[in-house]
Structures are given as structure tokens and as C-alpha cells.
């Protein structure tokens, strides 16, 4: 028996040692989950696709002058929506040192409290980065080892395109992830897209549950800003047509604590993000 775990542990090093060595410098580098994985954060940023490419905690800290540590959380509609592992992840990312104060920031529209009609299984089920043991170590080897990339293998959506020609993303140590355009790139013309959507949506009371369930838990430790981001107003349209009183629900919720705050930035961003600056800092 000694002999054996000998082997295996010779195995695993002449094995492991290697593509450790290859593996980490990529994923570090293209894979923003993994930044999500390396550490706790006083000020966490939280929702879908829209947070995770919209919202800089860079930006945030320089321009609110936000103390200790900013993280994006979040990571996108189909892996991100509000409920059950979501929840649990959260409470996990949060610095418990109690030496700065807290502030959260978390994404809402309807397609992060609503379900799929097709699906079979809560789509967050088969998202490994929940179910990792380890979700604040630099560097994570178990999230080097297991890349828990949803159907995906390492570095297919996450790859910086360095072409002249077409958009390329870049990669932030704090989660974030941006898209920017080259001069003269002409994004492609979406006006006749017969669903942005993409799915069916329908209302879903233990999401809408679990989205107060969130704001209860995070407005014990600071303030709270909801925030619906900007879209283009095809989307707004057919997200308003889907959940006609989305805005309502929300503020429902916002009224609930007096440090919880609903800013809707599909109308009035200007003026609402000077309104979320002064309450901020």
C-alpha cells in the first residue's frame, strides 16, 4: 500500500508539475472566472453578463474612492442567476475581517430572476465553480486543475483576440472582463434579430425568493444599490414585455431597508449614476 501511493504521488508530480507550469500563465492571463476564484472582497459586484462586462472595479474604486477590496462576481445570465449555489458563492466572497466597510452592487433584469421554460435542470446546476473547495487562494491550483468552464474547455471563451480587424476582450486580475472595439470596426447589424432573448422566460417565485433572500443577508453588512443596466431598446422592449412590472418588484425590495437603493439606468443613466456616486462615497 505505501508502495503504491509512492507511485501515485511520483505520478502526479512528473504529471501535474508540467502542466501546472503551462496551465496557470494561460489561465491566468484569459480566464477572468479565475480572478473570481483568488481572493475575498468588502465590495462585491454581482448578476449576469451585463455586470461582468459593464462593470469595472477599477473604475469604481478610482472614481468612488471605495476602501479595501472590489470584486466582479459576477459572471453571466445562464450561470449567474439569482438562487440557491449563486447565494452560497456570495456568502463565501465576502471579507469577514470587518476592517473596511461593505458595499454591494448587484445587476438585476428579468432574465436573472426568471426560468427557461425548456429547461430541464436549473442552469446553474452544471456550473463546476460552484462546487469548488477552494474560492479564495492565489493561486487556486484546484480551479487551475479542474477549470470549471460550463461545457467548455480551458480558454474557448475567454481568449484575448489581438486581430485588428475584430473586437478583443481583455482580462483584469479583479474578474472583470472588457470588450473593445479597433478604429474602423462596424459591429454587425442586429436590428432584425427576431429574439434577443433567446429563450422563453417565465416567472419564477424562488428566484424572485432568493433575490430578496441576497438583499436581506447583504443590506445586515452595508449599502445595497440594484442597479438595471443599460441595453438597446429592442431588448428593453422585449425584457418589459416578458416581466411588464419588473421596476416595481424591485423597488418593492429596495423599499424594504433604508440602505438599499434601486437605480434604473435604461433611463436617466447620467443622472442616476450622480445620484449613485454622492450615495456611495
Not at 114 to 142: C, G, I, K, W
Not at 226 to 251: C, H, I, W
Request: with cysteine; proline share 7%.
Amino acid at each position: 500500500m505505501v508502495r503504491f501511493f509512492l507511485k501515485l504521488s511520483f505520478f502526479l508530480v512528473v504529471v501535474g508539475t508540467p502542466y501546472l507550469y503551462f496551465q496557470y500563465p494561460m489561465m491566468a492571463k484569459n480566464d477572468a472566472f479565475y480572478w473570481k476564484s483568488t481572493y475575498r472582497a468588502n465590495t462585491l459586484i454581482i448578476g449576469g453578463s451585463r455586470a461582468f462586462k459593464g462593470i469595472s472595479p477599477e473604475v469604481l474604486q478610482e472614481d468612488l474612492r471605495l476602501p479595501g477590496r472590489v470584486l466582479n462576481l459576477a459572471f453571466t445570465g445562464v450561470l449567474s442567476p439569482y438562487g440557491r449555489p449563486y447565494f452560497n458563492l456570495i456568502k463565501r466572497k465576502i471579507d469577514r475581517s470587518g476592517s473596511v466597510p461593505y458595499c454591494f452592487i448587484l445587476s438585476v433584469n428579468p432574465g436573472n430572476v426568471m426560468d427557461f421554460t425548456e429547461a430541464n435542470v436549473p442552469r446553474e446546476s452544471t456550473f463546476d465553480f460552484y462546487h469548488l473547495l477552494m474560492v479564495n487562494t492565489q493561486p487556486n491550483l484546484e480551479y487551475v486543475f479542474r477549470h470549471p468552464r460550463t461545457g467548455q474547455a480551458l480558454l474557448t471563451a475567454m481568449v484575448i483576440e489581438k486581430s485588428r480587424t475584430r473586437p478583443g476582450r481583455a482580462i483584469y486580475q479583479d474578474g472583470y472582463a472588457a470588450t473593445f472595439f479597433p478604429p474602423g470596426f462596424t459591429p454587425p447589424d442586429r436590428t432584425n434579430r427576431k429574439n434577443l432573448l433567446k429563450f422563453d422566460l417565465r416567472y419564477s417565485p424562488g428566484r424572485e425568493a432568493y433575490l430578496v433572500k441576497t438583499v436581506n443577508y447583504l443590506s445586515q453588512l452595508g449599502p445595497v444599490y440594484l442597479v438595471r443596466l443599460p441595453v438597446s431598446s429592442q431588448m428593453l422592449a422585449e425584457e418589459d414585455k416578458v416581466y411588464p412590472g419588473f421596476n416595481t418588484m424591485v423597488e418593492a425590495i429596495a423599499n424594504q431597508h433604508p440602505n438599499t437603493f434601486f437605480f434604473d439606468f435604461t433611463t436617466g443613466g447620467l443622472c442616476c449614476m450622480k445620484k449613485t456616486s454622492l450615495l456611495i462615497s
